[in-house]
């Protein structure tokens, strides 16, 4: 039996330290399950900022920055569909909570947001709304608590 995707974050005052604790703590358990681990797939870092997994990155404010960049990209290669006059207001409030807002909010249930976060999308999405002359207020309420 194999377990994929798995990670594993340690606390250690070195690598060897972590090797050990893998070793004396973790594999015991992990065979008691019939699971193998195969050693060319570790990876051991220090550097946890850096790492993705499952398309989360595992810092904070490095993935709320790459929603943003990614939503952004998006919203621009779009801004046509918004720009179109014959879409109303509430039709692209719905376009933008369908297909930009997911982007922005993807991931960020795993992390304890602070105000200073929420109020660094906010100001992103008002941004966004705000873009086009047609919409001037009226952005999706509570968006980061939505479930629809």
């Known amino acids: 039996m194999y377990a994929d995707d798995l990670i594993l974050i340690m606390k250690g005052k070195g690598i060897d330290e972590i090797k050990e604790k893998l070793e004396s703590q973790i594999y015991p358990v992990i065979t008691k399950f019939g699971l ?8 051991i870092t220090n550097k946890l900022k850096t790492i993705k997994y499952l398309g989360i990155w595992l810092n904070k404010l490095i993935h709320i920055k790459k929603n ?4 952004d990209g998006n919203f621009n290669k779009y801004i046509y569909i918004y720009a179109d006059e ?21 991931g960020l249930d795993v992390f304890n947001l602070l105000d200073s976060d929420i109020k660094k999308i906010d100001i992103w999405i008002n941004k966004k709304l705000k873009k086009n002359p047609k919409i001037t207020s009226g952005y999706p309420d509570r968006y980061y608590q939505m479930g629809n």
């Open 86 to 106: 014959k879409l109303s207001n509430a039709l692209r409030i719905q376009l933008f909570k369908a297909v930009i807002l997911p982007q922005v909010l993807y």
């Open 68 to 71: 943003l960049e990614n939503a």
């Open 36 to 43: 193998t681990v195969n050693a060319k797939k570790i990876e």
